[in-house]
């Protein structure tokens, strides 16, 4: 989905977007450069290969990777994604923005992620099974509840969360479910972390419209991206602020009504046919003219680098509320602020999944399980307040809201490695 951009020019690699925004926070705080340096890069990554059996009797062979970019806050955390276009920069980026992420909410971890290059929509239940189990045959060495603990992320889900717990409890001989967060209920996963990454999103964007004086209710949003992130988007945006859902869209295309979209059945009309192509009553999109749809509240819950130099410009919401990581690119985030564009930036807005990923750590660590209401509760606490501290903290420095989020995250990340003496 990269059909937005169209400016030859404009650097779209996700990691080095990732150093570019880093760099920027640095000026800022007047970072020092042996920790602006070493922050610029990770600290660890392994590269495996899979050797996996099909159905139809062949081996086929799957690269694999896990970046383990900064632990000096605790142990890296950060999903794994399934996914045709995976490369070592991209995990690299993600890797990163997990380190910001768990930093700016105050969690007591660091940034990880991992990734296959595969096309899981090929594959059936039991490749998926057997890609999952021997990713952890390889990765296991590296991960552990000290050291690195996996998540899902795009095309990656509960089910494969259990398998490789279930791995991982064969290589150490006995249950360690705390390794790997998301995972179901059955097995010690968290009440509330299916919806966690949206509902988080939900509570700032929630925060965002008080200050900027926008009544949710009613308010239009649109949706690019329908998976875990974007389908609970839809169905929270309704239930807690109220809002118009007018349009939005997969990997094959969108939908578009002004008069509002029913989420629920949109997401049983996805179930049944295989995308939101063809709801009823809707003009269909395509995902570039989709970002370009005027709103109140634009949603990237796809892929990165959606939103461009090229297209940035005839891109008008109040809020661009990014539950998407990097779909925003330097360029794009420029326009923004000269427009007025208030963004609510990836590793701020969709750090919901990660936060309700630890308090499911918390729970396995002491075997006692919290309810939802808890849980929605805590959530709604660190959400809100990281909120307020980017918005103050923009505020002070005049800066955007995405840089002042890394001024947060990078110097607490920047003290951790002092107070430990590695600079
Ligand atoms: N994949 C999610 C993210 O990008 C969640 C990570 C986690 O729970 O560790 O934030």
């Known amino acids: 989905m990269t ?7 404009e650097e779209l690699n996700p990691f080095k977007i990732a150093q570019k925004q880093l760099d920027k926070a640095a000026a800022v705080l007047n970072l020092d450069p042996a920790i602006h340096a070493l922050l610029r890069e990770p ?6 290969t899979l050797p996996v059996k099909m159905d139809d009797g062949t081996t086929k062979i799957f690269k694999g990777f896990r970046v383990q970019y900064n632990d000096s806050r605790g142990p890296t955390k950060g999903g794994l994604r399934f996914h045709s276009q995976e ?6 980026a993600l890797a990163a923005w997990m380190t910001w992420k768990t930093a700016v909410v105050d969690i007591p971890l660091g940034g990880g992620k991992g990734g296959v290059i595969c096309n899981p929509k090929e594959m059936s239940m039991g490749e998926l099974e057997r890609l999952s189990r ?5 990765v296991g060495r590296i991960i552990g509840l000290e050291k690195d603990v996996p998540a899902p992320d795009v095309y990656t889900n509960p089910q494969i969360m259990a398998w490789m717990a279930d791995e991982y409890a064969f290589l150490k001989g006995y ?4 390794v790997i967060t998301g995972k179901p209920l059955e097995i010690g996963g968290s009440q509330g972390r299916m919806d966690a990454t949206a509902r988080g999103g939900m509570y700032v964007i929630r925060e965002a419209a008080k200050i900027l004086g926008l009544d949710t209710n009613g308010a239009t949003m649109v949706i690019q991206g329908f998976g875990n992130a974007g389908q609970f988007a839809a169905l929270l945006g309704v239930e807690l ?7 939005v869209s997969d990997s094959k295309g969108g939908i578009y009504n002004p008069d509002g979209l029913d989420p629920q059945a949109v997401i049983d009309w996805k179930r049944e046919n295989g995308s939101v192509i063809g709801f009823p009553g809707t003009e269909q999109v395509t995902n570039a003219e989709l970002l370009e749809i005027p709103c109140d509240i634009l949603t990237p819950s796809a892929l990165e680098s959606q939103i461009t130099g090229a297209n940035a410009k005839r891109i008008t919401p109040k809020i661009v509320a990014e539950l998407a990581n990097g779909p925003t690119t330097p360029e794009a985030d420029e326009i923004f602020y000269k427009n007025g564009v208030y963004v609510l930036p990836d590793f701020l807005c ?11 750590m918390v729970q396995n660590a002491y075997d006692y399980y919290w309810d939802v209401e808890t849980i929605h509760q805590r959530l709604d606490e660190k959400m809100t307040s990281a909120y307020h501290a980017v918005h103050e903290t923009a505020e002070k420095f005049q800066i955007d809201m995405r840089t002042a989020a890394y001024v947060i995250a990078v110097d607490r990340v920047a003290n951790a490695i002092k107070v430990r003496g590695w600079v």
């Open 350 to 360: 969709n750090a919901g999944g990660v936060t309700v990923s630890y308090f499911e």
């Open 241 to 247: 602020l109220g809002c118009k859902i007018i349009a």
């Open 175 to 178: 249950n360690e479910f705390g």
């Open 134 to 138: 021997a990713y952890i045959r390889q």
């Open 3 to 9: 059909e937005a951009n169209t400016n030859p020019t």
């Open 43 to 48: 600290l660890r990554e392994l590269h495996v």
């Open 87 to 92: 490369t070592i920069d991209t995990v690299r």
